[in-house]
């Protein structure tokens, strides 16, 4: 991969990570609800689903996107009412008590952040559309494969690194039921608008 195409493929990536989304409100409630550290949780499921999207756009498996255009709008259906049914839950959930946070729910946390990117409409769009245009089909695909999944998992780290961590002072310095009721259904809409944009 040259380095200018590279450099490309890294602000956009950073652009995307540093974008609110589905992804983003997941680990922004997750810090307010759990902790930053907690958060981080959800953070390392988004990251593990996006090495699943890169393999597959570097094997060429978005050339059957492209050949069966029902199961492309199938899965992004299935992605949006998944993310429906988390912005659901986000905005209706237990009430947080922000003095003392319960202890998180590790796996569920994890299962949700794979799941959610697994299923994430952008995230379709992101790495079946956007992201071939940077794979040189005559090159090495292993190293660019590798290349990508180091790229693009420091980028969304980065971001969701910086959305968990204003989380988490927002939380400690919010300590109202109000306030985080609200900040809860707030963060759904925004999921939910995102989902069905």
Same mark, same amino acid.
């Given at each position: 991969?040259?380095?200018?195409?590279?450099?490309? %493929?890294?602000?956009?990536?950073?652009?995307?990570?540093?974008?609110?989304?589905?992804?983003?409100?997941?680990?922004?409630?997750?810090? +307010?609800?759990?902790?930053?550290?907690?958060?981080?949780?959800?953070?390392?499921?988004?990251?593990?689903?996006?090495?699943?999207?890169?393999?597959?756009?570097?094997?060429?498996?978005?050339?059957?996107?492209?050949?069966? =255009?029902?199961?492309?709008?199938? !899965?992004? +259906?299935?992605?949006?009412?998944?993310? &429906?049914?988390?912005?659901?839950?986000?905005?209706?959930?237990?009430?947080?008590?922000?003095?003392?946070?319960? =202890?998180?729910?590790?796996?569920?946390? &994890?299962?949700?952040? +794979?799941? !959610?990117?697994?299923?994430? =409409?952008?995230?379709?769009? #992101?790495?079946?559309?956007?992201?071939?245009?940077?794979?040189?089909?005559?090159?090495? &695909?292993?190293?660019?494969?590798?290349?990508?999944?180091?790229?693009?998992?420091?980028?969304?780290? %980065?971001?969701?690194?910086? #959305?968990?961590?204003?989380?988490?002072?927002?939380?400690?310095?919010?300590?109202?039921?109000?306030?985080?009721?609200?900040?809860?259904? +707030?963060?759904? &809409?925004?999921?939910?608008?995102?989902?069905?944009?």
């Amino acid at each position: 991969m040259e380095f200018g195409v590279w450099v490309s %493929f890294f602000l956009l990536f950073l652009a995307g990570g540093l974008t609110p989304g589905p992804a983003v409100m997941l680990v922004t409630t997750s810090s +307010i609800r759990y902790g930053f550290w907690a958060a981080m949780i959800p953070s390392v499921g988004i990251c593990l689903a996006n090495l699943v999207w890169i393999a597959l756009a570097v094997s060429g498996a978005t050339a059957l996107a492209h050949a069966f =255009p029902t199961l492309f709008v199938a !899965l992004k +259906i299935a992605g949006i009412a998944f993310i &429906l049914f988390l912005a659901w839950r986000t905005a209706f959930g237990a009430p947080v008590d922000l003095l003392r946070r319960e =202890p998180p729910p590790r796996a569920r946390l &994890l299962a949700t952040g +794979i799941g !959610l990117q697994l299923l994430n =409409p952008n995230a379709l769009v #992101y790495f079946a559309v956007a992201m071939p245009g940077f794979i040189d089909a005559s090159g090495d &695909l292993v190293a660019q494969a590798v290349i990508l999944m180091v790229t693009v998992t420091v980028c969304e780290m %980065f971001g969701l690194m910086v #959305y968990a961590f204003g989380a988490d002072a927002l939380a400690q310095r919010f300590q109202s039921a109000v306030f985080a009721r609200w900040f809860f259904r +707030i963060a759904a &809409l925004t999921m939910a608008g995102s989902a069905l944009f």
